[in-house]
């Protein structure tokens, strides 16, 4: 017989600590924590420990404030088919990350592994749906006028600039995807307030930005308690526009509402119970946070 | 003259009208550094202006100023002497049942009846104006063109009207066209160089403000739209950028230079819109038959139509008017 | 010698002025519940007419009327139905224009040129454009079934009170809905004449109604439970107050506001136009235009030249009376307005802003300002910053195309902006850069009803005119 050397026995493997991931907020191209410090306990929707998230305070919105109309000259002044191009890109980078979005949505909102990797699905081909939209949205409500008279009048949309949006709070990336999309296609940027109970998918999703080409500034995530960000962001007056989707309490929606009449802005107050984000959505969010702009000139020789 | 104007960039690079006739190519930036004129601006401005409501005492005042800037003109291959005899009288007396009715300007007509025009207009005041220089193509040459001059000039007229090089100045050669100014208006001695631009060969308003300082540097004394030959001739928006550029070159240089709207003003409506024009672009210093005139020959006699009826109330017909 | 041009009087013959006027609901013409107030002739002070003061229950009164004409009637008439009677209001209003432009003249203190040249005309436009959408709704790009909203109320200003007017029913009506206009307090006439004309165009009664009165009655509009859409045209404050009452209902907003426009003059712009362009952007309707170009910023190389163009055009401005044809520059519109354009004009004094005005005699009577410009302004002046909305203009100068556009973007308003050069490629990059709603390159203060006009910023929301102007008054 051949003679075979002992092995040695194998130790019983001690089980592997998980590295877990500190989530932190997405604020100008950066992952900080909340500069208050403050963090909150985020579960499943069986009311298990997941992760703690940074909670966002108001001077975190200000400073996503800041980032956001730093970020706009740039995002706004690319061409629409760079844009799209960008757009496009977030939806390759989250397919590639499917089965880690399909686990954080199934996580997060409680649904079958099939329910959770179908909304996945259906917040990339969103994604590529409203790419699309960039170099098109000018042609569709742009206008060259006929007015009487010897001048070349065109109108041409353009964002309107910073976009508070309270993102869906049931809906954690879908309805995520759904509301930003819109907003930055056409060359706005953002400060969200993610889903309260259910940040964990926009955290993700703010590493897929973060290696999308989306430059630094033009989305940032704010998780927290919406509650207590948002009417310090309806009231901020260099913010332009202000999508309250996520408002399902209508005191609040209506608060927040007056506050943003101090500057006038431009407001997408939907039923954010009757939110249907697997419908066909439409152009309305895109043309929510556009402006018209109209040229004149003579024509003469 | 003041003022803050003088130090003003006419030029892009900031020459001074003295400089800009240094060299061919001096003239030629100055020219192209002068501001642009956008069309439609300069037409709405225009209709404004036409919109002003000239009544009773206005009116009656810009009638016989009207008729005292003409240059009553006969400029056919059919005139005689008989024509021109008759024009002259008109001119002396346009209305002759009315002895407070002005005389015109001037006589406008062709060299060869300078003679007679002075001859039947005597002492009367009234000028004798003869085109000249080839006119109305000035396709000639310069010493044919002065000989042109120097005849009408020595047959008596008091004013000469030459016409540009439309073809040197649209193909660029700003220099020739400064030369043969220069050398007429020399031509000329003491008669009075009205130079016409032909604004309906010009076309583009840029040109004729071009063309406008052009014929000032070389020292034109009257700049003058058209010879009544092309159309369109005058028309009110070629004549308020010639009105704009007299002005800019009295402040820029210090001399005053006067301006004639020649051709297609029929009307005393019409001729009651160029004074307007005068009026609000320049004031009373060009509303003067010295430094405004209008080139016409039907325009006379509605004229004094209008002015008939202001002083009789009911309207004329043109069997009251002789037509000369 | 001087040509001085004797008065050409417009005859106020043609207008038939009543001594009292009451609101109009229902198609009829009513007496106000509250108690009347005068409208005077901003010219002369002479009172031309007592007008009914509406209250909340006449308010109440005219939007149930606006209710009932538009469930039994208006919505479901057919769109070619609706387009016949809105031609038919557009040919009244260019028959009768001698008679409308006249009493708006004289009750506005609007030069009459410019009531019969500019604000008629283009009333009768609007009527004419928006006529021929109403049966065509379904192709303007807001879905295959779009839908009026219901009961529109609207508040115009006293600036161009029957333009003004024209830009709200007229789309309002076209697509469907019916409205509750309030009119600004002191100009209230020409919009009683209008009701007028939908009498005599045999609009349905209720699909119109009118409510004059002051703050109060816009108010009560505004507060009012069954309007479906707001429609105002006015101060930034107001605005904003609108935008935080209707918070509660989310009922949708159009917002027309103020502005502070940047008029943009490059070395190389045309330069005459542009000195005509500068005096129509500050000087039309003696400065009480949203969009006027009331900052003129000039590039420093040209500056002394357009400033010397600039007083020696300024000089030629006829001012007087608004019935005189050749009136450029009529009365302020109240004693208020005056007074608020005397307080903002000391600050600027006092500030250290160099004040001038070409030499005019002022009427004894009625309420005048002469056009003024102030030199030596900063951005920080606040005659650089508030709107005046007078017949006065802050300069500024700038050095770079950076420079203007940071300047000119330096506002919480953006309702407006105006750019002069001849350099194609910079128009367009100013016009890029410049946040504005309206951009008038070598032109100023033109207006169509096919041209989609309204503000960025606090200049406003929505826009009016065009397709554009429809998609406010339908849901889709």
């Known amino acids: 017989m051949v003679w075979r050397p002992t092995l040695p026995t194998k130790p019983p493997r001690p089980s592997r600590l998980d590295v877990r991931k500190t989530s932190k907020l997405y604020i100008g191209g950066g992952f900080p924590r909340s500069e208050s410090g403050r963090s909150y306990a985020v579960s499943d929707s069986r009311g298990r420990f997941l992760a703690n998230a940074s909670r966002a305070s108001r001077k975190d919105a200000r400073d996503a404030v800041v980032a956001a109309r730093k970020a706009f000259a740039g995002w706004s002044a690319k061409t629409a088919y760079n844009r799209g191009q960008v757009v496009y890109r977030i939806a390759e980078v989250l397919e590639g990350r499917h089965p880690q979005f399909a686990a954080e949505v199934e996580r997060a909102e409680g649904l079958s592994s099939k329910a959770a990797s179908a909304l996945v699905d259906a917040s990339v081909d969103r994604l590529v749906w409203y790419a699309g939209w960039a170099d098109k949205v000018a042609q569709v409500v742009g206008s060259t006028n006929p007015v009487a008279g010897p001048y070349f009048d065109f109108s041409i949309p353009e964002p309107t600039g910073v976009v508070a949006i309270v993102a869906p709070q049931e809906s954690s990336l879908l309805g995520l995807v759904s509301v930003v999309a819109p907003a930055v296609v056409t060359g706005n940027t953002c400060v969200v307030m993610t889903s309260y109970e259910r940040p964990l998918p926009a955290i993700a999703l703010a590493e897929v930005l973060a290696t999308s080409d989306v430059p630094g500034g033009v989305v940032n995530l704010l998780t927290g308690d919406p509650t207590e960000v948002a009417p310090w962001i309806a009231s901020h007056m260099d913010v332009n526009a202000i999508d309250l989707s996520g408002v399902s309490d209508q005191q609040l929606a209506t608060d927040l509402q007056v506050a943003a009449a101090d500057n006038l802005k431009r407001i997408m107050r939907p039923d954010a119970r009757e939110l249907d984000w697997n419908a066909d959505p439409g152009t309305g969010r895109l043309t929510a946070f556009l402006e018209t702009k109209t040229v004149w000139h003579p024509i003469g020789i | ?324 | 010698m001087g040509f001085e041009y004797a008065p050409a009087l417009e005859s106020r013959s043609v207008v038939d002025l009543k001594s009292s006027y009451g609101l109009f609901i229902d198609g009829e013409f009513v007496d106000a519940s509250g108690p009347s107030f005068k409208s005077v002739s901003p010219a002369t002070e002479e009172v031309l007419a007592e007008i009914g003061q509406a209250d909340v229950a006449d308010v109440d009164r005219a939007v149930q009327a606006a209710r009932r004409a538009y469930s039994r009637t208006w919505s479901v008439m057919s769109g070619g139905e609706r387009a016949k009677y809105l031609y038919r209001i557009a040919r009244i209003i260019q028959e009768r224009s001698r008679e409308l432009a006249v009493l708006e003249s004289l009750d506005n203190g609007k030069p009459i040129r410019e009531a019969r040249d500019i604000d008629v005309p283009l009333v009768a436009a609007y009527f004419f454009y928006y006529a021929g959408w109403a049966d065509k709704l379904e192709y303007a790009g807001f879905g295959a079934d779009p839908r009026p909203l219901g009961v529109a109320g609207q508040i115009i200003p006293w600036n161009f009170p029957l333009l003004m007017l024209a830009w709200k029913i007229a789309p309002a009506l076209a697509a469907g809905n019916t409205v509750v206009l309030k009119p600004a307090e002191t100009t209230s006439l020409t919009a009683l004449l209008f009701a007028e004309i939908c009498q005599q165009a045999d609009l349905p009664p209720g699909v119109v109604n009118i409510v004059t009165g002051a703050g109060s009655t816009g108010q009560a509009l505004v507060a009012h439970p069954d309007i479906d859409k707001l429609a105002f045209t006015g101060s930034t404050e107001v605005g904003k107050a609108i935008a935080r009452s209707v918070a509660a209902t989310n009922t949708p907003v159009t917002l027309e506001l103020g502005g502070k426009a940047a008029n943009i003059v490059f070395d190389d712009a045309p330069i005459d136009q542009a000195v005509e362009g500068i005096v129509n952007g500050i000087f039309f309707n003696q400065g009480h235009v949203c969009c006027a170009g009331s900052r003129l910023l000039v590039q420093e190389s040209v500056y002394d030249d357009v400033l010397a163009r600039l007083k020696r055009r300024m000089a030629t401005l006829r001012m007087g009376d608004p019935l005189d044809k050749n009136t450029d520059v009529g009365a302020i519109n109240s004693s208020e307005q005056l007074a608020r354009i005397h307080e903002l004009t000391a600050v600027g004094e006092s500030e250290g802003a160099e004040r001038w005005s070409p030499p005019c005699d002022l009427p004894e009577r009625g309420f005048w300002f002469a056009p003024t410009i102030f030199t030596g302004v900063s951005q920080a002046h606040r005659i650089a910053r508030e709107e005046i909305f007078g017949p006065v203009l802050s300069v500024l100068t700038f050095r770079t195309p950076a420079e203007a556009v940071e300047k000119a973007n330096n506002t919480p308003f953006g309702l407006s902006a105006g750019v002069w050069t001849d350099k194609g490629s910079r128009i367009l990059w100013m016009a890029n850069q410049l946040r504005a709603g309206v951009v008038w390159a070598n032109t100023f203060n033109r207006f169509d009803p096919t041209s989609p006009f309204g503000g960025y910023k606090e200049s406003g929301y929505g826009r009016e005119g065009g397709r554009h102007g429809l998609e406010a008054y339908l849901a889709h």
């Open chain 2, 1 to 324: 003259m003041t003022s803050s104007l003088l130090k003003t960039p006419f030029s892009a690079d900031g020459a001074s009208p003295t400089d800009a006739v240094s060299s061919p190519a001096a003239l030629r930036r100055f020219l192209h550094g002068l501001p642009g004129v956008d069309q439609v601006g300069c037409e709405a401005r225009v209709a404004t202006l036409s919109s002003r409501s000239i009544k009773t005492t206005s009116k009656s005042l810009a009638l016989d100023l009207a008729i005292s800037m003409i240059d009553l003109t006969t400029l056919e291959g059919q005139d005689t002497a008989g024509k021109v005899r008759a024009l002259c009288a008109k001119a002396k007396r346009p209305d002759p049942e009315d002895p407070t009715c002005p005389r015109v300007a001037a006589i406008c007509v062709y060299p060869d009846m300078v003679a007679t025009a002075r001859a039947a207009l005597g002492e009367s005041g009234v000028h004798v104006a003869s085109v000249a220089t080839a006119f109305p193509a000035g396709r000639s040459t310069l010493a044919i063109k002065l000989a042109d001059t120097r005849d009408a000039v020595a047959a008596g007229a008091h004013e000469i009207d030459m016409v540009i090089d439309r073809g040197a100045f649209l193909s660029g050669d700003y220099q020739r066209v400064f030369d043969e100014i220069g050398a007429v208006k020399e031509a000329c001695g003491e008669a009075h160089l009205k130079v016409i631009l032909e604004t309906g060969e010009l076309v583009t308003y840029d040109n004729v403000r071009r063309a406008s300082w052009l014929c000032m540097l070389a020292g034109a004394d009257f700049i003058k739209t058209s010879t009544g030959k092309v159309q369109p001739a005058a028309t009110p928006p070629v004549t308020l950028i010639m009105l704009e550029a007299v002005r800019d070159f009295r402040e820029s240089s210090g001399r005053q230079v006067g301006v004639k709207a020649a051709g297609g003003i029929s009307t005393a409506k019409d001729a009651i819109k160029y004074l307007v024009m005068v009026n609000e672009t320049l004031g009373d210093d060009w509303l003067d038959p010295d430094w405004f005139r209008f080139g016409a020959s039907r325009l006379l006699n509605d004229l004094l139509m209008q002015r008939t009826k202001l002083t009789t109330g009911r309207y004329g017909g043109p069997d009251y008017y002789t037509l000369d």
